[in-house]
Structure formats: C-alpha cells, structure tokens
DNA sequence: CCGCGGGCCTGAGAGC
DNA sequence: TGCTCTCAGGCCCGCG
C-alpha cells in the first residue's frame, strides 16, 4: 500500500481537482473504516470550500474553510479515483487494466466507501478494500497534539533530512535499521518498500544495529550521509514515476505508478543482485513480521 | 528498550 | 473446479 511516494502521487492528483473547489455533499456507505468515522463527518464537510491539499507522513490533509482539516489515511489498500468531467490521463503513463477509462476495477468498486461530492460534478471516491484507512476531521487548534499527528518524525525529504539528523537519529537505538526506518515517529513516511530499496542503495544491511552507523568518526558520519541520500533519492524516484503498483495502488486518474519496475530488491528474492558486479543473490527475511529484501554480499 | 505474535480486513495466487 | 494456506505499500497492542 502506499507509501510516502503513492500518497504524495495522490495528494497532487486530488488537489488538481479539489483545491478551490467546494464539497458539495458526502456519501458514506459505512459507518467505520478502521475506525469510525468522527461524528457529523457527512454534515461538516458539507457545502465546505476546499482551501488547499498537504501531505504530512502517509496522511493526506485537505484543509477546509472554518478551520477544520480533514485527514486521510489510505491504510494497506486505499485508493482515490476522481471521477467526473475532471479526471484526466497523464500520457506516457500506464493504466490500470481493469479501468478503460472510467472503472476502478470491479472488486475495488464494490468496497468505495466515501464519496466527494464536488460542486461542478466531480466526484472524489475512496475504495477499501481492506478498511485499513482512516479519516478524520480535526479543528485547527487539535491540529499540532492530534493522536496521528503528534509523534511523527521529520519528513524524509524535508530540508533537514541529511547525516547530521539521521545520526541524532539513531543514537542510542539498538534496533535494526530496517525496523527503525519503519518506525513513522523517528522518520515519517518510508514503507516497507522503500526501506529496503534505500538500504540496497545505502549498501547497507537491514539487520545491522542502527546505533553502529552513528558513531561520531568520520567513517560513520559518511554512512549516514549516504543513507541520507539513498532516500531522498529513491523516495524522489518514485514519486517521479507516480509510486509503485503492485497490488491495490493506483494515481487518482486510474493511471498505475512504475516505480515498481525499478525495484532493486524488493520482492526479488532470488534474483541477481542489480548492483554493478555484486554478483549476489536477493535474500528474503522476516523482521518484525515484515518481508526484508536485501543483498547479504553488498549490504553490509 | 526491543522483537515477536496477534489482530484488524479482503483478495490474489500457489499448491493440492 | 474448489479448497486451504500464505502473503500483502500499515499500524496498534500486549507480552516477555
């Protein structure tokens, strides 16, 4: 499910569509995702201008008019599908095989939960399957100490992110650095996916104990910069190429994302290693009850 | 502090 | 064809 890159690839295809706009309604087919909906959720979205979109962690954040924020979390297998005179294609980009041009895909079809009503007859619709997601609405004075928001670390492609931070970062963790890149209060936004993919750029190995990296000599302050680099770089990538599609994701105008051809370990398990020379073969691992992908001969 | 296991849900794919 | 099992871009909780 999405990631920093798919959620970012979403919040820029909604606010094409929904920024300035006004909601003219809401349809809710269900009274909970992973949670209930907040109470009134239809009544005070209703008739709302749309003031503009943002993105904090794997949170979409649609900022309305009278100080309210509604927050969206897509879980494992949300997605966002405009449709309506609005939605278009991007060219040069993939689509999803089941949507000539207007389905989402039948299976995801029967699980849309909400819709947006847009004045001007765009409708926004939210499909899940699994009910993974979450949407909130929050007053601007809870927006700071709000449950979701409130602990979550920098933003990984923030202006700040670079060796100096990672290693305040690591310092102390006898954690794995996989299951530290993970964890969304250290560092907000990297999923599965793309730990692995930075760790393989980084060279470094995902068992490895995050505080060994954050040794003040020189040698480590080089580590962290290149692990640094190795997610903005793959996080930059991805978005670029409008996220990865495996399963359930897709751009808000069905278009699938292509980050996914570009993997270098992840779900490659027992495939030669891409690194120039390596020579190795992609091993499979389970830490904290999550698929690592990673090169045990260049990863280290 | 840390990892593990289980849970929340549905669907896809593999193997039999 | 259909059953059973495993696994999935997230995240939370409790246990030891």
Redesign the pocket.
Known sequence: ???LP?VETVKRGLEQVMAGRTIAKVTQNRP?L?FPFPDGFRRRLAGKKILGLNRR???VLVGLEGDLTLLM?????GRFEIIGRDRSSSPGKFHHPAGSGQSA????Q??VHVIFHLTGGTDIQYAD????G?MDLIEAQDLETH??LA?LGPEPLGNHMNGRLLTDIFK?????L???L????LI????????CEALHRARLSPTR???SLSTGRKKGLERVDTLAGAIRDVLSEAIAAG????????QTDGAL?YF?HAFRV??REGQPCARDKCGGTVK?I??????TFFCSSCQK
Do not use: W
């Open positions: 499910m999405p990631e798919e909970d992973r962690a794997k949170y979390h897509l879980g494992m297998s895909g039948k299976a995801v029967s699980h399957p699994r009910r993974f979450y449950a979701r602990d102390g963790k006898q954690r794995s996989k299951a530290v993970l964890d969304q209060k907000a936004g990297i999923g599965n996916i793309y730990a104990r995050a505080a996220g990865s599609s495996l399963r359930d994701y897709v994302g996914q992840y779900d499979r389970v830490q904290n009850n999550r698929s």
